[in-house]
């Protein structure tokens, strides 16, 4: 095999063992979200999330290799930081614990946005239409997600900005 397509094998190896991670991350960010807008958003992402698994299994299948994930310990501490961030958020009010879900829901996509962007790369190198199409409408889907978190994280800063109540003696 040359050396491009096992670099490209090894990364999807990689990316789905990822999106197999967040399947099981989604729906505890998507409980622990207060934001009805940002549930709902975590709730859709992990169906779209499914579908990159899907579209992962076409890919390999597409190259003629085996869909087996490889243990992806980016993934894994992202997940962890979550997890974290959940567990902290109870402590928060409201705003702050889902602004807080936010972010690592963005270093999540970051994480993808930039393995997606990789791999499809090297697929149009390799001259693989069909897999660098498939890898490019997940890599779109990660970069809508990432841009949908930013606009439902304004109005948690707008609240974040406004001075804390003081209580009166």
Do not use: W
């Not at 999540?108 to 490019?136: C, M, N, P």
């Amino acid at each position: 095999m040359p050396i491009l397509q096992e670099i490209l094998v090894e990364q999807l190896k990689d990316l789905l063992h990822a999106e197999g991670q967040l399947v099981k991350a989604l729906p505890k960010m998507a409980r622990a979200a207060n934001d009805p807008k940002l549930k709902e958003a975590f709730r859709k992402h992990l169906e779209e999330t499914k579908n990159h698994v899907e579209r992962l299994k076409q890919v390999f299948e597409l190259l003629g290799e085996k869909a087996k994930g490889k243990p992806c310990r980016g993934m894994q501490g992202l997940v962890e930081e979550g997890q974290e961030t959940i567990e902290e958020g109870r402590e928060k009010p409201n705003f702050a614990a889902d602004l807080a879900l936010v972010v690592a829901a963005q270093k999540v996509e970051h994480y993808e946005i930039a393995g997606y962007g990789s791999v499809r790369t090297i697929a149009e190198q390799l001259d693989q239409k069909k897999v660098a199409r498939l890898l490019a409408q997940t890599l779109a889907e990660e970069e809508k997600t990432d841009k949908l978190l930013t606009k439902l994280s304004s109005p948690l800063l707008e609240e974040a900005s406004q001075p804390e109540e003081v209580e009166q003696v």
